[in-house]
């Protein structure tokens, strides 16, 4: 049969539009995941947010019902008890020191429970209201960072804030 | 041609191109199918011993978590098949001694022969710290490529592994200088110490060849495993496999891309290293970025586990961040020629530094939950079939 003839050259045929369909799919996958991080490469450059996100705390505390009047003035610190290295015993000696001779009303969330922090800020003669962010909500308003951060309100605005 | 010759033909010329072709139509390599399975198990430990110094070790076919409480200054070796103690022994030296300097690892061979890597020296003591061997490691060695390195360690997932037979102790090696600065990249990565004659020498292979054109931010750091000659080496911003065969001084590199990974390595742009932000930068560039992290040797069932940290989206759909805690941790399970047997997405509450081997299977520390008991550690052990 006739068909015989071109046999070999239909099977190399065949062969070769499967191996260039395998190496193709392979290359623009590649190329769209390249492209795709030089996007988010560039999402990561936007400017800073920090203002925006920590205003977000008076709905972080109507949200997390801490019996906190937000009309009055507050310093507040939110803690991060048990990241490493962010309250170590001398990070919390020095906010505790500092935090004593602060005359407003002294307020503490910790981002994660933490007994013996909750002890210790107690006993340290300081007159504080002690919150723990037991459902995570810190997170849901984008007050969630890898540091302590202090911030300072009065009549529902944020005078100050700096991370310690 | 006659028919017979013809249908000969046939067959002889159309069967290899088909069984090529069906090869080639798989586009990917063949993987075995194997089935997880999840159990879990807890370890009452003291919560000092399970700090960033641990390690596990297989000896004589028994697994052994060696442990140093930095509270209380003391090592403490169990059995895991067992779960009895074989020594815990409060060290006669301090750490925190200012000619010996923090601790960066330590290694238990055997209750007489303990290493201890530290900011000043490398010492090998007995049980009750009791000095045999001080090396003093502030100064700094040359590389083979002519720059400064120094023997030390940061984050304890590149262990000390000391090859009894020749009495040669390996290490990590890192120039004092930060990652940002693209030399920490021209450097290489371990060192070998022999310990009769004092000499030491530097194994042939570097960084990725990416890292030196391209910064990754805090993912550039390796993870070691050794495996009979075999240093295994796997990079955070590197599919490939590295392996550094002691025997002939060769290195060889395995594609070993995990098929969760749909995303490019992630560039950190330099300039926000130096930011006063360049911490939340940083946790943002790791949150969204695809990070191949510890890398372990199973001797019971003779395959490695790869972990890989998945990459999500910097915001979620309520707008906001999300956050580095939570990335999907995938379990890489690979033959002994490195290639990928299965993977398994274990989800988000897993924390792979926590992980080893045992006879049981491959432990993987949970992230506490609320109410747990603080004085046990808490796994899942997976195998699989």
Redesign the interface.
């Known amino acids: 049969?006739p068909i015989?003839r071109y046999?070999?050259g239909i099977?190399?045929v065949?062969?070769n539009l499967?191996?260039a369909?395998?190496t193709n799919?392979?290359v623009n996958s590649?190329k769209w995941?390249?492209d795709?991080?030089k996007n988010?490469?560039e999402?990561?450059?936007h400017t800073?947010d920090?203002d925006e996100r920590i205003n977000n705390i008076f709905a972080y505390i109507r949200k997390a019902g801490f019996a906190i009047q937000t009309d009055n003035c507050h310093k507040i610190y939110i803690l991060q008890p048990n990241l490493?290295n962010v309250c170590s015993e001398e990070t919390v000696k020095s906010i505790l020191d500092s935090a004593r001779s602060l005359n407003t009303s002294l307020v503490f969330i910790l981002g994660d429970?933490n007994k013996e922090l909750e002890k210790q800020i107690r006993t340290t003669n300081i007159n504080a209201k002690v919150f723990v962010d037991?459902s995570n909500l810190l997170?849901?308003?984008?007050l969630?960072?890898?540091?302590n951060l202090f911030i300072v309100t009065c009549a529902n605005k944020v005078n100050f804030w700096a991370f310690k | 041609?006659t028919m017979a010759m013809?249908v000969r033909?046939?067959f002889t010329?159309?069967f290899p191109?088909?069984f090529?072709?069906l090869f080639?139509?798989s586009?990917k390599q063949a993987k075995r199918k194997l089935m997880f399975n999840i159990t879990q198990d807890s370890l009452l430990i003291d919560h000092g011993f399970f700090s960033?110094f641990f390690n596990v070790s297989t000896v004589s076919g028994s697994s052994q978590f060696q442990g140093f409480s930095a509270s209380t200054n003391e090592l403490l070796l169990l059995n895991l098949d067992t779960r009895k103690e074989q020594f815990r022994s409060r060290l006669d030296f301090l750490l925190k001694d200012s000619t010996i300097g923090g601790l960066f690892q330590f290694y238990i061979h055997n209750p007489d022969s303990i290493f201890f890597l530290t900011e000043n020296c490398l010492l090998l003591t007995d049980r009750l710290g009791t000095i045999k061997y001080r090396r003093n490691t502030k100064q700094a060695i040359k590389d083979a490529d002519g720059g400064e390195v120094y023997l030390m360690d940061v984050s304890n997932q590149f262990p000390l592994f000391f090859d009894a037979a020749r009495n040669e102790l390996y290490m990590h090696i890192m120039c004092n200088c930060g990652i940002e600065d693209s030399a920490f990249y021209t450097k290489r990565v371990e060192a070998k110490l022999d310990l009769a004659s004092g000499a030491i020498s530097i194994l042939n292979y570097h960084f990725p060849e990416r890292y030196r054109h391209t910064f990754y931010g805090q993912n550039v750091f390796p993870f070691r495993v050794v495996n009979g000659p075999f240093n295994v080496i796997s990079f955070e911003s590197d599919d490939s496999l590295h392996v550094f065969n002691r025997d002939n001084n060769s290195l060889k590199k395995y594609p070993c891309r995990s098929s969760y990974?749909?995303?490019?390595?992630?560039?950190?742009?330099p300039s926000?290293y130096h930011s006063n932000?360049r911490?939340?930068?940083l946790?943002?560039?790791m949150t969204?970025s695809p990070i191949y992290k510890k890398i372990l040797f199973d001797p019971y069932r003779k395959v490695y586990y790869r972990f890989f940290l998945r990459?999500m989206p910097?915001k979620n759909d309520?707008g906001?961040?999300n956050?580095?805690l939570k990335k999907e941790v995938i379990v890489m399970v690979l033959d002994s020629n490195f290639n990928i047997l299965a993977e398994k997405n274990i989800g988000t509450s897993y924390m792979p530094y926590y992980s080893f081997v045992t006879r049981k299977g491959l432990y993987v520390g949970t992230v506490p939950k609320?109410n747990e008991n603080s004085n046990y550690a808490y796994f899942s052990v997976f195998t699989w079939n």
Do not use: G, W
Request: hydrophobic share 45%; aromatic share 16%.
């Open positions: 049969m015989f046999l070999l099977n190399a065949i062969l499967f191996v369909s395998c799919s392979d590649r995941e390249a795709a991080s988010v490469a999402q990561l450059k800073d920090y490493c429970e037991t997170e849901q308003h984008n969630f960072f890898l540091k | 041609m013809r033909s046939f010329t159309i191109i088909v090529l072709a080639f139509f586009c960033k990974q749909n995303l490019d390595f992630i560039p950190f742009d926000f932000h911490i939340d930068r946790n943002q560039h969204v990459e910097l309520r906001t961040y956050s580095l609320k």
